[in-house]
């Protein structure tokens, strides 16, 4: 079957715009990650869903960064007023349950600010 | 706090001869590790997990606490297994994943 689906797969953004970021998780997973990936680093945890609770931001970096997941299936990563910082890829990751559930990863966003 | 540490950037090994991607953690209580890899152009995906204990493409990693260690290895290297390795750890009732910066692994013809 399909695996994760993200788009779109490349993003250019001038510095202080808004971007929003799409992740399709695999059918039926309840569960759904997003993380950022900066040149040459692992990628880092951003938030956490759970069907449509977000049970964990804390890897957010600061408050121009949100995350929804409205309807416990597809999910929107909103970038508010863009800086250069933020460039790197967002990956996004979905898995079946919580506790001891393999995360299937998607093929990333690359966004680049400039 | 949780750390993965992977001190090599980049590790080069010839075809046939054993490889040894090393991982430090620091974690005050009993964490979970992976393995995940990505080879060119595709996904990250899972390569091995310590408690399922498996071998995956030839690969094992053997979780060690009192070193803090959970090394990956493969006594025979294949131009095929040429990939960005990271290693992982999640806490115990936490699904989040802290991963390392990852080792480019580089198999020599």
């Known amino acids: 079957g399909a695996g994760v689906s993200q788009s779109p797969r490349y993003k250019v953004a001038k510095r202080g715009q808004d971007v929003a970021l799409r992740c399709d998780p695999i059918s039926g997973h309840v569960s759904l990650f997003w993380y950022q990936q900066a040149l040459g680093q692992g990628p880092e945890f951003l938030t956490y869903?759970?069907?449509?609770?977000?049970?964990?931001k804390s890897g957010l970096p600061s408050d121009r960064f949100f995350a929804e997941r409205p309807e416990g299936s597809v999910s929107t990563l909103k970038i508010q007023r863009t800086q250069q910082e933020d460039s790197a890829v967002y990956l996004c990751?979905?898995?079946?349950?919580?506790?001891?559930?393999?995360?299937?990863f998607g093929p990333g966003t690359r966004l680049t600010v400039t | 706090a949780q750390r993965v540490t992977q001190p090599e950037k980049l590790l080069s090994v010839f075809k046939g001869a054993p490889v040894e991607l090393k991982c430090n953690y620091s974690y005050s209580g009993s964490p979970e590790l992976f393995w995940y890899v990505q080879y060119s152009r595709q996904r990250l995906q899972l390569l091995l997990r310590h408690i399922s204990r498996e071998s995956i493409k030839g690969f094992t990693a053997d979780l060690n606490k009192g070193e803090t260690s959970f090394h990956l290895k493969k006594p025979f290297a294949q131009e095929e297994d040429s990939a960005m390795y990271y290693c992982?750890?999640?806490?115990?009732?936490?699904?989040?994943?802290?991963f390392g910066k990852g080792t480019r692994l580089h198999i020599l013809p």
């Open positions: 992982a750890l999640s806490a115990v009732g936490d699904d989040k994943i802290i």
């Open positions: 990751a979905s898995s079946l349950g919580t506790g001891d559930y393999e995360q299937y």
């Open positions: 869903f759970q069907n449509e609770a977000q049970l964990d």
